[in-house]
């Protein structure tokens, strides 16, 4: 007769797919999952009792934040034995037992190889879409443009040809100069600011134009520091982020965007290999009620020229993620809640103290 008690504690621990260590309030590796010993090739009778710094050189964050949780990707870390490793670390502190954490190691090298053909996939439908999306755009205006010189040759009334032939021009000239924003490399020049004047800014301007109708929340974190940023560029960021929430709720169901900012201890990113780790700790969130993305698409949002939409072009979160990155920050798209709404997840710099 089967047993109907559930799991042990260390039954759950040693089945997780991913490396876990229990550090003491002294920094003294107490448990270790089978995950953690592949990954660091040491047994838990081995790691049990020492001390963390012994076994693995962690950030000073992931071992001492004061009970605040750490977060890192792809970070470059290395045994005591010299075996180099890349990592997604997350540190959080173990309730009812103070200075107590849980340390879990992902190990990034594999993804990074997948990472590879993905990067080349996605590559090659940039510049499918690229192709269609330049022959879908340029050739209805090129079409108008033909047909209004042989009316003038003719002899059909020129003004009013001419006009049309200007403003076809236009708009061609219009779509080179959004993708020309892809191309600019300079730097962009940061300063500290304070958000809150920029979200009322972009508030006010969705409610005067594309988010009329649409009722728009705030839920804010008043304590907020300033932020590291480029105040064109993060307005940019923000109304077009707005802009993309307000077209996805169409006209039918619950039509609510709401704006959320919070800092987020710990949160930091490599901004390439072998640089030094940048903390981004200022959240700003755009949500919106709408049904998200396809699937099929979802992971390829900020690739340029994918869409969602018969009609849209696929640049504007693409230059999002370009302007947000040229501020050292990251954007991110999940699904969150219940019931599910779409969040885009803006990370960036604070600015320095003084």
Known sequence: MLSRRGPEAAELLGALPV???VVDAEGRIAQANAECELLLNLSERAMRGRSIGDILA???EAVGQDGR?????DLALETARGHRLRVDLAAVELVDHPGWRMIT???AASSRRLGVSADRAAAARSAVGAAAMLAHEIKNPLSSIRGAAQLIADGVDAHGMTKLVIDE???ITALIDRMEDFTDTRPLAVEPLNIYPLLAHARDAALAGF???IAIEERFDPSLPRVLANRDALLQVLINLMKNAATALGDRGERRITLTTSYRHGMSIAPAPGRPR????????????????PEDIAEHLFDPFVSSRPEGKGLGLALVDKLVRDMGGI??????GTPNETVFRILLPRAPQG
């Open 19 to 21: 490396a876990l260590m």
């Open 58 to 60: 962690l950030p000073k």
């Open 69 to 73: 949780a750490f977060t890192a990707f």
């Open 105 to 107: 190691l992902h190990n």
């Open 169 to 171: 021009v236009d708009r």
């Open 211 to 213: 988010a009329r109708g």
């Open 278 to 293: 940048l903390p981004l700790p200022i959240e700003i969130c755009v949500v919106d009620t709408g049904p998200g993305a």
């Open 331 to 336: 954007v991110q798209y999940s699904r969150e």
